[in-house]
């Protein structure tokens, strides 16, 4: 069930820093994570308010930093991806990338083995794991269980989380309000309030740390509960507001 929060009225001047995270706040969710594009006006949106923002301006999202340039190429943002796994927090600095461990990569060919069938799309993001049941929505189910019962043998220090239809287990570490607090730390986001907009379960811990540090928290699609104070009502209603701020 969806929800009436107000719609954010702030115009964002040079006291703001911007996090964005991206499918479903900046891209209408498609069947397949490839599937999806970046067309070259949302390409252009974000280079001008990155440049409003003198910097202060990045995405946090849970797909890889690789992941994104590929999207948004030949644009750079500032990025934190895996859930703050990864981070660029200057948009020329090298990103670090660690590899699949050897325990999820068995759990992924077990549960490529089983669902892969089925039509379930198995994403392998090195220490992240999605299991993506967009195409076949009854093996949801499954899938959790899955990945649930995995963290008995895992060691300690993962969690699942809901994903957008579909299931991701990833490590306690991470979590998009340490990687909002990360950036906030840093030049040209210290001494500036943070907005963040984001559209499902992740993006409440990113929530939290906005509403903790004073700025100000949108959802996309506002739920019944949720810790975001403002709400819009999908993407497009989410480029409008955006493309106001320029
Ligand atoms: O934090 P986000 O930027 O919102 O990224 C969350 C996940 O997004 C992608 O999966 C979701 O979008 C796909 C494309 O619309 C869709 O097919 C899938 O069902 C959604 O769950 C991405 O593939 C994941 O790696 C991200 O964690
Ligand atoms: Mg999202």
């Known amino acids: 069930m969806s929800q009436t929060l107000p719609k954010p009225q702030t115009v964002l001047t040079g006291e703001w820093a911007l996090f964005l995270d991206i499918d479903g706040t900046l891209l209408e969710h498609?069947?397949?994570p490839d599937a999806v594009s970046v067309s070259a006006e949302l390409r252009s949106l974000l280079q001008g308010?990155?440049?409003?923002?003198s910097g202060a301006l990045a995405v946090i999202t849970g797909r890889s930093v690789a992941a994104v340039d590929q999207l948004f190429h030949p644009l750079k943002l500032r990025a934190a991806g895996l859930y703050g796994l990864e981070h660029r927090l200057q948009p020329d600095d090298d990103v670090e990338v660690a590899g699949e461990p050897a325990d999820i990569a068995a759990l992924a060919d077990e549960i490529e083995a089983e669902l892969g069938h089925g039509q379930a799309y198995i994403e392998?993001?090195?220490r992240v794991l999605a299991?993506?049941?967009r195409a076949a929505p009854h093996l949801l189910p499954r899938a959790t269980q899955l990945v649930e019962q995995a963290l008995a043998s895992l060691p300690e220090g993962?969690?699942?989380?809901?994903?957008n239809a579909g299931v991701e287990l990833l490590p306690l570490e991470a979590a998009?309000?340490?990687?909002i607090r990360r950036f906030m730390g840093m030049a040209p986001f210290?001494?500036?309030?943070?907005?963040?907009?984001g559209d499902d379960t992740p993006d409440e811990n990113g929530?939290?740390?906005v509403n903790d540090a004073g700025g100000i928290s949108i959802r996309v699609k506002p739920p019944a509960h949720t810790t975001a104070r403002h709400g819009l009502a999908g993407v497009a209603e989410t480029l409008a507001w955006l493309r106001g701020q320029l």
């Open 176 to 179: 998009k309000g340490a990687a």
């Open 158 to 163: 993962y969690r699942v989380v809901a994903g």
């Open 124 to 126: 392998r993001k090195g």
């Open 207 to 209: 929530f939290e740390a």
């Open 30 to 32: 498609a069947e397949h």
């Open 190 to 197: 210290t001494g500036r309030r943070p907005v963040f907009l």
């Open 131 to 133: 299991i993506h049941t």
């Open 49 to 53: 308010l990155d440049h409003k923002l």
